[in-house]
């Protein structure tokens, strides 16, 4: 009898994650996109939309666009098809706090003819684009899922997301804040400096000013020195790539061997975080 040869664990995850088109086709990873209402027109994220082109619409826009899920049925066609050939599917996606996309995910997994695992990542952007490509990088070894799990939860429990506001009508128009608040953060010149632990998004600095702003990637920067050896470092931003790039060049004198993707963010959290936003994620190993 010859060897019988399991399929490797097929890997998807969802339009929020912050991988590159070069990524994302070298390791073969799904990708599930989450749309986009921008003054009643809908957008498909990757398809009809780039990050870039999402943001100047959202700029221009008379309302806060309104971001949706993936619809179930796309989740079970894509699981479906994935997993035709026997092999087991891991859907690795944002966090459940800022959207119902793992939920849909969860719901399509019960519907699909696959063996479907979900992960709630507990982080977006290229938080989750760590542990994407952390499994997909070991499926593609032959590892079986529960090897491929295991790796991708580590990465998620060795991973920080730092994220600064600089305007809150955003967050305000979207719910997260209180009005009260936001009018008199827009008022004071308020900034948020933000971090995910745990899914949740906390507010671990506030005050006015950019000098805020400073303080808030000092302690970041500080955290990143203490942490141990720093895997990769992801920097996002919604169409402030000049704050981006600062940032980027400061993280390279810190670890000047270590890989920085920077790169706009996607429509989710641009629409929740505003102009002007942006976020230092990186992991340990």
Known sequence: MGLIVMPNVKIVTDSSAGLTEAEISQYDIAIIPLS?????TVYVERETITNEEFMTKMVAAKALPKTSQPPLGRF????????????????????????????AARQAAQLSSSDVT?????????????????????AATGASLDEVISETVNVRDHSRLFM??????NLVAGGRISRAVGLVSNLLNIKVGLEVIKGQIEVT?????????????????????????????????AGAPDT??????HVRQLFPDVPIVVRQTASIISTHAGQGAFALMYYTD
């Open 36 to 40: 986009v209402m921008i003054d009643g």
């Open 118 to 138: 979900v992960l709630d990542s507990q982080t977006t952007d290229r938080g989750l684009a760590f542990q994407v490509l952390a499994a997909a990088k070991l």
């Open 76 to 103: 079970v066609e894509v699981f479906d098809q994935l997993g035709a050939d026997g092999s087991p599917v891991l859907s690795i996606n944002m966090m459940a706090s800022i959207s119902g996309t793992v939920e």
């Open 164 to 169: 600064g506001v600089i305007k809150l009508d």
């Open 205 to 237: 600095t506030k005050g006015r000013g950019m000098k805020t702003i400073t303080k808030f990637l000092n302690e970041a920067y500080a955290d990143m020195q203490a942490a141990g050896h720093v895997a990769s470092v992801g920097i996002s931003h």
């Open 244 to 249: 981006a790039n600062q940032i980027a060049e």
